[in-house]
């Protein structure tokens, strides 16, 4: 339980700082999503059911502030999260290498789907912005992979076998 609530809590106040704090770091009207960020280092690290939940409750909280799109983003994190969490299944996770890469290019995934799925929805979006979005979240994955990883080793967040 006490894991449900620390990523529940982690996820809200990534989505508070992403839209009271970020905007005022953004660079040529891009800004990072830490929200984002978080859920695929989280699923890097977790399995796929984790994926599954971190994709969705993200994605979710991040429909809130999307005008006219309600449910994209939910579809677009968990997918994401879940080539995460296949990924994480092949790494060695202490090493952050492959996980800053990955959130690079799978932030760079989500931008294009997002696209595509705004655009058949006569919804346009900056198509240069997604290239700096996925740098920015790379820059900040950077710093946030190692702290998510050391997070997941607490004793509550790890899953213990009982047989």
Not at 7 to 18: A, K
Not at 37 to 48: E, Q
Not at 66 to 85: K, P, T
Not at 137 to 156: D, P, W
């Amino acid at each position: 339980m006490k894991k449900i609530i620390t990523v529940l809590l982690l996820s809200i106040l990534f989505l508070v700082l992403d839209n009271a704090l970020m905007p005022f770091f953004s660079i040529k009207g891009a800004y990072p999503s830490l929200l984002f960020v978080f859920a695929v280092c989280y699923s890097i690290i977790s399995g796929s059911w984790s994926s599954i939940y971190i994709g969705v409750l993200s994605g979710l909280l991040q429909d809130v502030y999307l005008i006219n799109g309600l449910g994209i983003n939910m579809l677009l994190n968990m997918l994401i999260c879940l080539i995460a969490a296949e990924i994480g299944k092949t790494i060695f996770k202490d090493k952050s290498v492959v996980p800053i890469i990955a959130c690079f290019f799978l932030s760079l995934l989500k931008g294009v789907l997002m696209f595509a799925i705004l655009y058949v929805v006569r919804q346009f979006i900056d198509v240069k912005l997604i290239l700096y979005i996925s740098i920015y979240n790379m820059i900040v994955a950077i710093f946030m992979y190692k702290k998510v990883y050391t997070l997941s080793k607490v004793n509550f967040m790890m899953k213990n076998w009982k047989f």
